[in-house]
């Protein structure tokens, strides 16, 4: 994609996102396309359908979900498996930090 072209897919995105906020799902897209900065036209030419803008504004909020849940995401080894009766449970690692916590 070109990169004035991606701008205005950006630009479209972060206006969908605060009109629907506003005005809720049925907002008018002319005024989308209006704050963006771009003619009606462009709008279409990117999300043919509401529901195509719609579609790709929550693919996206999913995916900023996702990254920041995998950035949480720390694993340092795999823990035992605890059964009752096997003996001890298995001690939870310390806070990345380091122990004891502050």
């Known amino acids: 994609m070109r990169a004035d072209a991606r701008r205005n897919y950006e630009r479209l995105l972060a206006e969908a996102d605060a009109v ?17 900065g771009v003619a009606i036209g462009t709008l279409y030419a990117h999300f043919p359908t509401r529901h195509a803008l719609l579609e790709s504004l929550m693919r996206d909020r999913n995916d900023a979900v996702v990254a920041q849940g995998r950035s ?8 035992r498996r605890w059964r009752p009766g096997r003996g001890s449970r298995p001690r939870t690692p310390p806070p990345t930090g380091g122990w004891p916590p502050r």
């Open 20 to 36: 629907f906020r506003e005005h809720g799902t049925e907002a008018s897209l002319e005024e989308i396309a209006r704050r963006a």
């Open 72 to 79: 949480c995401w720390v694993v340092s080894r795999p823990a």
